[in-house]
């Protein structure tokens, strides 16, 4: 008895072991890769649905995916109708473990082709470097979860014949339930679906329980597979909580529509499996398993748009809104600095509508508390990323970013203290020095506002020409002002508050493009690739204006 407790526990033990190498040797050997892929292909309902399933079958692993995909959704760089999307193929990319163990693992000796494998792997872990060490331990993961089935189908064989399945509840309802009980739990300490899976099809191909107590099994493993999500949505975002409600809701309405269809399910498998030719009970619980995901999508899908809609209901958005993504999750993360530059970018549309304001004479008062928000929200961006790990660590580009971000932070703090300034707009604005400049800084900051608001770049070049030129008019206008006011053709107070203005206005246009030229998009896609230039980014550039009464050109 204990030599086969051994052996059992001993076979789960290697098939988790292969998993997690597995699982973290191909998320390690992708690098970036599963990161651009996923905001890449996640634009319709099909495509996030395609990607979910694709994702989770490489890396073998439907918590991954669903973690991966929380993580995106908290920072804010897939929208979360396509988050969910992901999650219901996470659901069907994770039954291609089963359909891998009964196909191979149950079908084949495997271990002499197996053993080698770790073999290989592990030496590649080894003299390798970078990538290929990582797909090293990938090959070594692989390999051990074949040899973990082995060794379960050891200790599933002597189990067999101490245990009688009709001893085992599953003929009523109430013993069926309780099998789905004991499934989840099963998930639930093992940490793994697949593991609980690949125990229970060894366990069915040895004649330890029969086809309907397997499949009760196997729908309890696929509720329980909701645990991980729910607890990596602690202390996250609204919407990373509401993508792990939509995984916690899709697996427990599948698992009960799967349950209230159990016997139908099993008899319609068993005979289109003899139909076929197939009369292999592993096979056939591994296209049950696919099956009751597959009608889980089909009754999703079609609602994704009211199902996402009533998730918004259940879990609204709560506290600030322009610092929403930065959740401690997220700060853990390497989203981390993508978050950030986000909301770099809502605080940046939140001024440029106080700045639309300010610039307006019709409405010149100033609007204290947007203003203030802007701050609070700079404030608590500083010490998001004051929590975040270095970014050195995370590679040359990321490093680059992160310290750009901290650039548009500064300029955007100068803005919004530029902001707050009454230099007396509305009294002087019908001066000619003063009309030319308002007149260009109001067209850049309506250009940059209707491009953030499309998400598209900040059009840095036009901002790059309006504060060129605007500072060129100041250095024009200066010594023309104070001229006049010398000889008696414009009394001084007036004088001073023109100049005063135009300096204010080329303050303005000055850190708006200072702003737009580092707010480099948020970008697991690539798009840095397309922004950022090859090899060593120059990141200490001095962003300090020139004197701004200073005859030299400025050179930004």
Same mark, same amino acid.
């Given at each position: 008895?204990?030599?086969?407790?051994?052996?059992?526990?001993?076979?789960?033990?290697?098939?988790?072991?292969?998993?997690?190498?597995?699982?973290?040797?191909?998320?390690?050997?992708?690098?970036?890769?599963?990161?651009?892929?996923?905001?890449?292909?996640?634009?319709?309902?099909?495509?996030?649905?395609? #990607?979910?399933?694709?994702?989770?079958?490489?890396?073998?692993?439907?918590?991954?995916?669903?973690?991966?995909?929380?993580?995106?959704?908290?920072?804010?760089?897939?929208?979360?109708?396509?988050?969910?999307?992901?999650?219901?193929?996470?659901?069907?990319?994770? @039954? #291609?473990?089963?359909?891998?163990? #009964?196909?191979?693992?149950?079908?084949?000796?495997? @271990?002499?082709? /197996?053993?080698?494998?770790?073999?290989?792997?592990?030496?590649?872990?080894?003299?390798?470097?970078? %990538?290929?060490?990582?797909?090293?331990?990938?090959?070594?993961?692989?390999?051990?979860?074949?040899?973990?089935?082995?060794?379960?189908?050891?200790?599933?064989?002597?189990?067999?014949?101490?245990?009688?399945?009709?001893?085992?509840? =599953?003929?009523?309802?109430?013993?069926?339930?309780?099998? =789905?009980?004991?499934?989840?739990?099963? @998930?639930?300490?093992? $940490?793994?679906?697949?593991?609980?899976?690949?125990?229970?099809?060894?366990?069915?191909?040895?004649?330890?329980?029969?086809?309907?107590?397997?499949?009760?099994?196997?729908?309890?493993?696929?509720?329980?597979?909701?645990?991980?999500?729910?607890?990596?949505?602690?202390?996250?975002?609204?919407?990373?909580?509401? @993508?792990?409600?939509?995984?916690?809701?899709?697996?427990?309405?599948?698992?009960?529509? /799967?349950?209230?269809?159990?016997?139908?399910?099993?008899?319609?498998? $068993?005979?289109?499996?003899?139909?076929?030719?197939?009369?292999?009970?592993?096979? $056939?619980?591994? /296209?049950?398993?696919?099956?009751?995901?597959?009608? =889980?999508?089909?009754?999703?899908?079609?609602?994704?748009?009211?199902?996402?809609?009533?998730?918004?209901?259940?879990?609204?958005?709560?506290?600030?809104?322009?610092?929403?993504?930065?959740?401690?999750?997220?700060?853990?993360?390497?989203?981390?600095?993508?978050?950030?530059?986000?909301?770099?970018?809502?605080?940046?549309?939140?001024?440029?509508?106080?700045?639309?304001?300010?610039?307006? *004479?019709?409405?010149?008062?100033?609007?204290?508390?947007?203003?203030?928000?802007?701050?609070?929200?700079?404030?608590?961006?500083?010490?998001?990323?004051?929590?975040?790990?270095?970014?050195? $660590?995370?590679?040359?580009?990321?490093?680059?970013?992160?310290?750009?971000?901290?650039?548009?932070?500064?300029?955007?703090?100068?803005?919004?203290?530029?902001?707050?300034? #009454? *230099?007396?707009?509305?009294?002087?604005?019908?001066?000619?020095?003063?009309?030319?400049?308002?007149?260009?800084?109001?067209?850049?900051?309506?250009?940059?506002?209707?491009?953030?608001?499309?998400?598209?770049?900040?059009?840095?070049?036009?901002?790059?020409?309006?504060?060129?030129?605007?500072?060129?008019?100041?250095?024009?206008?200066?010594?023309?002002?104070?001229?006049?006011?010398?000889?008696?053709?414009?009394?001084?107070? %007036?004088? /001073?508050?023109?100049?005063?203005?135009?300096?204010?206005?080329?303050?303005?246009?000055?850190?708006?493009?200072?702003?737009?030229?580092?707010?480099?998009?948020?970008?697991?896609?690539?798009?840095?690739?397309?922004?950022?230039?090859? =090899?060593?980014?120059?990141?200490?550039?001095?962003?300090?204006?020139?004197?701004?009464?200073?005859?030299?050109?400025?050179?930004?």
């Amino acid at each position: 008895m204990a030599s086969m407790v051994s052996t059992l526990v001993g076979g789960i033990g290697l098939f988790l072991v292969g998993m997690i190498l597995l699982t973290e040797g191909m998320k390690a050997f992708a690098g970036d890769s599963l990161r651009r892929f996923l905001a890449r292909f996640t634009g319709g309902r099909i495509s996030a649905l395609l #990607s979910g399933t694709a994702l989770t079958a490489i890396v073998q692993s439907s918590s991954a995916t669903t973690l991966a995909t929380i993580g995106f959704v908290s920072a804010g760089l897939i929208g979360f109708e396509q988050a969910v999307g992901v999650i219901l193929g996470a659901n069907l990319g994770t @039954t #291609s473990t089963g359909w891998l163990v #009964s196909a191979l693992g149950l079908k084949f000796s495997v @271990t002499k082709v /197996a053993l080698p494998l770790v073999g290989v792997g592990a030496l590649l872990r080894l003299v390798a470097r970078g %990538r290929w060490a990582h797909l090293g331990f990938a090959l070594a993961g692989f390999g051990l979860i074949f040899v973990g089935i082995d060794t379960l189908q050891l200790g599933m064989q002597s189990l067999a014949t101490r245990l009688d399945p009709a001893s085992l509840p =599953g003929a009523g309802i109430g013993g069926r339930l309780l099998l =789905g009980l004991f499934g989840a739990l099963m @998930t639930v300490v093992m $940490q793994s679906s697949s593991a609980a899976m690949a125990t229970t099809l060894t366990a069915l191909h040895s004649g330890s329980i029969d086809p309907t107590q397997a499949a009760a099994l196997v729908i309890g493993q696929n509720v329980g597979t909701t645990v991980t999500a729910g607890l990596g949505s602690i202390g996250a975002s609204a919407p990373a909580k509401r @993508t792990a409600l939509a995984h916690v809701l899709f697996n427990l309405v599948t698992g009960v529509l /799967a349950f209230l269809l159990l016997p139908l399910l099993v008899s319609g498998i $068993q005979r289109g499996g003899r139909w076929l030719g197939v009369d292999d009970g592993a096979l $056939q619980l591994a /296209a049950f398993h696919t099956v009751f995901n597959v009608l =889980g999508v089909c009754l999703f899908l079609p609602v994704l748009g009211g199902f996402a809609r009533l998730l918004n209901h259940l879990v609204p958005e709560r506290g600030p809104h322009l610092t929403r993504l930065l959740g401690p999750m997220v700060a853990k993360s390497p989203l981390a600095v993508d978050a950030a530059v986000l909301t770099a970018r809502a605080i940046l549309e939140e001024l440029l509508t106080l700045l639309r304001r300010r610039l307006s *004479p019709e409405r010149p008062a100033h609007p204290a508390e947007r203003r203030e928000r802007v701050l609070d929200a700079l404030r608590t961006t500083r010490e998001f990323l004051a929590g975040v790990p270095s970014a050195v $660590q995370l590679g040359e580009r990321h490093y680059a970013r992160h310290v750009s971000l901290m650039h548009v932070l500064d300029h955007l703090d100068r803005l919004a203290e530029a902001a707050g300034e #009454s *230099p007396g707009l509305e009294r002087v604005l019908e001066a000619e020095e003063v009309r030319v400049v308002h007149a260009k800084l109001v067209a850049a900051v309506h250009a940059a506002r209707e491009a953030l608001r499309a998400d598209a770049s900040v059009p840095h070049s036009l901002l790059e020409d309006t504060s060129r030129a605007i500072a060129a008019e100041r250095k024009r206008s200066r010594p023309h002002l104070l001229t006049a006011t010398a000889q008696g053709k414009l009394p001084p107070i %007036r004088g /001073a508050t023109i100049l005063e203005t135009v300096r204010w206005l080329d303050r303005l246009a000055y850190h708006l493009w200072r702003v737009g030229e580092h707010l480099i998009p948020a970008d697991p896609a690539g798009i840095a690739q397309a922004v950022l230039p090859e =090899g060593p980014t120059k990141v200490n550039e001095d962003d300090d204006p020139p004197p701004r009464d200073s005859p030299e050109p400025r050179d930004g």
